[in-house]
């Protein structure tokens, strides 16, 4: 790329002690006029507020940079994005951009949030509106970000969003286990999504797949989605599906990760209310230790707005309706699951509709030997049960196929709770 830039030429300070804001937007501007360059931020540290992308823009992040952000609502304006799910006026993004294509994020340096006074504000609810992401990209497509260190995010940390063609590989994010919503990677209502080689330490999901509420005005399905050769040291789940799906997700491939302290390992969360489908999830050659469930496949799902009604929490058999929601064609395949805490594998469907071609294949699953540890819920389930150690919970199920699962060393005996489970064949 010839048409190469340094914040440093537009009058950046690479001291910290002085808000570069300035120049770096004169320096996208530049870039922008030009049709496209590289923004470089050399060795030093850089203060500064929102960022707004442009098209045809790479941001290389040298080793020994780091780019923070400010900790100040004001320097985030207000604009109209998604947030759970659901159209929301949020704080603009620490990185953002809309409507634009081929945008580069790179290089062996870090970009920092500053996440504390977020979290803060967000748990003494003194803030207005919902809190900036660190990098969120919407309506766009061809998308890179690789290589660089992402820390501190003030909520979730990258959220490709209504965007197409998306690569993200060799990123660190790490954010402290108490930071509240602060997901690694959150691909929402994309296509064609490409996850490699990552690391993940965070506050919540390490991947989290979404597509929308059925409050949000418009969703696309998130679909063609590949994760791979990642590891997740610490989350609430490893890569999870939903709860927000209302617009359809499908054709996910999760391979050759391992899975480290995360709570739930491979999750899906949806209720009633949400409407969509699931679908066509392929999950293969997993490595699990130390998890609460490491397979979670939950209808009742009660977090946010709407998600303890009655009719969300009923167990009888409701009127199925467009707010029905779905999972079918889902394949899990060559999982070993180390020190498992409270059971062997959490699933339940709804009595209306079950979930529908499930495959359960090659799945060694070891239960935690400490019987002081104690009791935990599997999944996040109105009325749940506390559980330790215990198999198998499967109910509402349909033409479930479950080959060569050992729970401790053994093939017989599988399950803690079995039933409504139509077609169910083990071998």
């Known amino acids: ?35 496209g360059g590289c923004l470089v931020i050399p060795s030093g540290e850089y203060i500064t507020g929102a960022i707004q992308l442009c098209s045809n823009l790479t941001i290389e992040v040298c080793a020994g940079a780091t780019l923070k952000f400010i900790a100040d609502p004001k320097r985030y304006p207000l604009v109209t994005s998604r947030w759970e799910g659901a159209d929301s006026i949020v704080h603009q993004a620490c990185i953002y951009g809309t409507q634009v294509h081929n945008i580069t994020i790179k290089g062996q340096g870090t970009i920092d949030g500053n996440g504390r006074y977020w979290w803060d504000n967000f748990k003494s609810k003194s803030l207005n509106n919902p809190r ?59 296509r ?3 996850i490699e080689n990552c690391i993940f330490n965070v506050g919540d999901d390490c991947i989290a797949i979404k597509s929308g509420t059925e409050d949000a005005i418009h969703k696309s399905p998130c679909e063609d989605i590949i994760i791979t050769n990642c590891t997740m040291n610490h989350g609430h789940g490893g890569v999870v599906i939903g709860s ?11 391979t050759d990760c391992i899975f480290n302290d995360t709570d739930r390992g491979i999750r899906m969360k949806t209720r009633r209310g949400r409407g ?13 230790t130390n998890t609460i469930c490491p397979l979670v496949i939950n209808s009742y799902y ?8 009655s009719v969300v929490a009923d167990k009888e058999k409701q009127p199925i309706n467009n707010q029905t929601p779905y999972y079918e064609n889902i394949t899990i395949s060559n999982i070993t699951a180390r020190k498992t805490r409270a059971c062997a594998a959490f699933i339940y469907g709804l009595p209306e509709a079950p979930i529908r071609n499930l495959r359960l294949t090659n799945i060694a699953i070891d239960l935690v ?35 060569n699962m050992t729970v401790d060393g053994m093939n017989t005996q599988l399950f803690y709770t079995e039933k409504n489970n139509l077609n169910l064949e083990n071998d």
């Open 369 to 403: 030997k400490n019987h002081t540890l104690p009791a935990a819920e599997p999944a996040m389930i109105q009325g749940g049960q506390k559980m330790r150690a215990e198999k198998l919970f499967m109910v509402n199920t349909e033409n479930t196929k479950i080959t």
């Open 132 to 190: 900036p992401y660190l990098i969120s990209i919407e309506h766009s497509n061809n998308i890179k970000i690789q290589d660089i260190q992402l820390v501190n995010s003030p909520s979730w940390t990258v959220h490709p969003m209504e965007s197409t063609r998306i690569l993200i590989r060799n990123i660190l994010v790490e954010n402290p286990i108490d930071s509240p919503n602060t997901d690694g990677i959150n691909p929402e209502s994309c």
């Open 244 to 254: 927000e799906m209302s617009g359809d997700i499908r054709r996910v491939m999760i």
């Open 276 to 288: 969509g489908k699931v679908s066509d999830i392929t999950v293969d050659n997993i490595l699990m």
């Open 302 to 309: 009660f977090c946010g707005p709407g998600g303890k009604y």
């Open 192 to 194: 064609d999504v490409r």
């Open 1 to 35: 790329m010839s048409n190469i830039k340094s914040i440093v030429d537009y009058g950046a300070d690479p001291t910290g002690k002085v808000d570069s804001t300035r120049a770096i937007k004169e320096c996208i501007q530049a870039i922008k006029d030009e049709s």
